[in-house]
């Protein structure tokens, strides 16, 4: 997949301040050297992201929470034990040498021990934490295979490490410790549930993208296509269609395409939440340059196992993006 001169090459990049993209379990991430703030300020660069947006710290394992942190209470030991290495970022209080690049300004630090391999390869080759958001530009879908991060950022990173499609396929679930109540901020595939099983505690009401403007996934527009996306039940899904005749409609749902169709594009996504997750951001890149004028999304069950998934899609989608025309309103 990946060999050690690969890693090895990686690692003395991000040594000598460059930017590595890298797969993760959840998708890419753009990495730069946490500790290095020429380095990490590049990430902004290439992303176009605005500068009081946090960075996830990237680390080999947990005995690398104390260098990071301030302090480490129980429920962090408690949830790395359980969910780590892994798909979860836990926010927690900054070691003071922590750079207000990663932190947005904040006295917090996210942390996270990924298990993708070629991650574990690289961080342990490296030897220190790899700041890494997401490694698309700015608001848009992130990358879960390492074309979509060459397609998107091009020559703004030095090198792309390619792992293979990433398995979970969305991002991790960021958790929130520093409350009095532990508070997810992201959902993501370790649910809500698994977090309050694990710490024996109910968790705090999840803050609205209002309340937590630090966290840039909770922007309204954030993990977008290009193309107008509209969520749509999957009972009306035609009629929504045929209400647009003459707009070329591309289709994401669940269910197979109906015989009479009148959508340009239909593509079935699986039925399971975890392998529909997993292909969902190359789903919508696919159907994003398919020619078409509007992506309709089959709107999903209302239970927990699709929590993740609902607000990714939440973020996706555009108010009203193609009204019918008015003809087609009688
Ligand atoms: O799965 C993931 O988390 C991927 C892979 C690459 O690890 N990373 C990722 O990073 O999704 P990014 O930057 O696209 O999203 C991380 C989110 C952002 O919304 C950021 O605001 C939030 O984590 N975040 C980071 N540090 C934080 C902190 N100290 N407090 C609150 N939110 C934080
Ligand atoms: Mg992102």
């Keep these: ?141 992130s990358p879960t295979a390492a074309q979509h991060v060459r397609e998107e950022l091009g020559d703004a990173v030095n090198f792309v490490l390619d792992g293979g499609p990433s398995d979970v396929g969305i991002e991790s679930t960021i958790v929130d410790l520093t409350r009095e109540t532990p508070a997810v901020l992201r959902p993501g595939r370790i649910s809500d549930q698994q977090i309050a099983d694990a710490l024996l505690v109910q968790l705090g009401a999840t803050a609205t993208a209002a309340g937590r403007p630090r966290v840039s996934g909770s922007l309204e527009s954030h993990y977008a296509p290009g193309l107008p996306l509209k969520i749509v039940p999957p009972e009306e899904i035609e009629s929504y269609v045929r209400a647009r005749a003459g707009t070329p409609v591309a289709v994401l749902s669940r269910r197979g395409r109906p015989r009479d169709s ?33 992506i309709v999304v089959e709107a999903l069950p209302l239970l927990p196992e699709w929590v993740a998934i609902r607000d990714r899609l939440g973020r996706a989608a555009t108010p009203d993006p193609v009204a019918p025309p008015v003809t087609a309103r009688r």
């Design 262 to 294: 009148k959508a340009t594009l239909w593509q079935v996504a699986p039925e399971s939440p975890d392998d529909y997750a997993r292909l969902l951001y190359g789903s919508l890149r696919w159907l994003d340059v398919s020619g078409c004028r509007l």
């Design 1 to 141: 997949m990946v060999s050690d001169e690969e890693i090895e090459k990686a690692a003395a990049i991000l040594r000598a301040g460059g930017l590595v993209a890298f797969p993760t379990e959840t998708v890419y991430g753009l990495g730069a050297d946490a500790s290095n703030v020429a380095a990490v300020r590049k990430i902004f660069a290439a992303k176009g992201r605005p500068a009081d947006h946090p960075v996830i710290v990237h680390v080999a394992g947990t005995s690398d929470l104390k260098h990071w942190t301030a302090e480490v209470p129980r429920s962090a030991w408690l949830l790395a034990e359980k969910f780590w290495p892994g798909p979860l970022t836990m926010v927690l209080k900054r070691a003071a040498h922590v750079s207000d690049l990663i932190t947005g300004g904040q006295d917090t630090v996210g942390l996270r021990v990924p298990s993708h391999p070629v991650a574990q390869q690289l961080l342990k080759a490296f030897g220190g934490g790899i700041a890494a958001p997401s490694a698309n530009r700015f608001g848009r879908l």
